[in-house]
């Protein structure tokens, strides 16, 4: 019986090294340095166009569109496994997306909230509501590639890529997070004159307080859970690996088109305060261990 445990054990310890060897080139992944990040940091130190805004803004919400109804499927997947961890962590991930019982605090509240005020605030954009996204013009191709490739990964008959999938999504999403909101939202803090940014920033700091470190290693725990061998995890590694791929081939298409609207319409130069911050390089990604 002993040797029983300890040779599981040892098999257990094993394939905790092979997941994170594998991971360790996963973590290298141009997603995390895409060039978009670096082109955002330059232009936060002079300013952008309407127009760059409003693209980032329509693909921005028409990407995270479907955050929760891909939870959601995660959601429903872990309960007919029986994965009672994963249960936990994904409802709890949810009950946090969807404000925890407060409406206005929803994630997806936030987010439509956040982005149209500033869009009419500081680059004198019409809003469009989060819930009529798909009637924008302005959607990429790479765009709704992305949410036709997210919804098949979160859809497949295969729970581990279902799991992988999203820990791929939850990795890429602090740092993604952090970057714009310390590139396109507060260098133009002083475009509001009364308390207005405070809301708006309520949906990039109820994010980078630590629950979106939290769900990109809640995410990691549960992938790796689901891994019974080596083949388990390459598939499940290969979801996040698709899902960072999706998410980086979106970020080369912005990064085009910003090229191209670099000097069409009008330009919004950023107001510089003293708590302005250009400093993104503490970006964070979930531990290895
Ligand atoms: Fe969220």
Same mark, same amino acid.
């Given at each position: @019986?002993?040797? @029983? @445990? ?24 141009? =997603? ?15 300013? @952008?166009?309407?127009?760059? &805004? ?7 919400? #028409?990407? *995270? ?18 994965? #009672? ?15 925890? +019982? ?14 149209? *005020?500033? +869009?009419?605030?500081? #680059? ?20 709704? /590639?992305?949410?036709?490739?997210? %919804? ?11 799991? +992988?999938? $999203?820990?791929?999504?939850? $990795? ?10 310390? *590139?396109? #939202? ?13 809301? =708006? %920033? ?8 630590? =629950?979106?470190?939290?769900?990109? %290693? ?9 891994? %019974? ?37 009008? &330009?919004?130069?950023? $107001? ?12 964070? /990604?979930?531990?290895? +261990?």
């Amino acid at each position: @019986m002993n040797e @029983m @445990m300890s040779s599981s054990l040892l098999y257990s310890q094993h394939l905790k090294y092979i997941f994170q060897k594998r991971l360790e080139k996963i973590l290298v992944h141009r =997603v995390f340095s895409h060039p978009f990040f670096s082109y955002l940091r330059d232009l936060s130190k002079r300013g @952008m166009t309407a127009k760059q &805004f409003y693209i980032y803004r329509d693909n921005y919400l #028409f990407r *995270t569109f479907n955050t929760i109804p891909s939870l959601s499927y995660v959601l429903i997947k872990a309960a007919h496994h029986c994965d #009672f961890r994963t249960l936990a962590s994904v409802g709890r991930n949810l009950y946090e997306e969807t404000g925890g +019982g407060i409406s206005k605090e929803s994630h997806s509240f936030l987010l439509d909230h956040s982005h149209n *005020t500033h +869009g009419e605030i500081v #680059f004198c954009l019409e809003s469009l509501p989060l819930k009529n996204i798909h009637q924008s013009s302005v959607i990429l191709d790479e765009t709704y /590639y992305f949410v036709e490739e997210q %919804q098949k990964l979160y859809t497949s008959s295969h729970y581990g890529e279902v799991l +992988g999938a $999203m820990f791929g999504q939850e $990795m890429a999403a602090d740092s993604m997070l952090r970057v714009f909101y310390q *590139t396109l #939202f507060l260098p133009y803090k002083r475009y509001y004159s009364d308390g207005k940014f405070e809301d =708006v %920033q309520e949906y990039f700091l109820c994010h980078l307080n630590g =629950v979106e470190a939290r769900h990109g %290693q809640d995410a990691r725990e549960a992938a790796f859970r689901f891994c %019974q061998n080596e083949q388990d995890v390459e598939i499940v590694l290969k979801a996040t690996n698709a899902f960072l791929d999706i998410q980086a081939s979106l970020w080369d298409g912005l990064l085009m088109t910003f090229f191209e609207s670099a000097n069409d319409g009008v &330009f919004v130069p950023v $107001m510089f305060t003293n708590e302005t911050l250009h400093n993104v390089s503490s970006i964070s /990604y979930p531990k290895l +261990g």
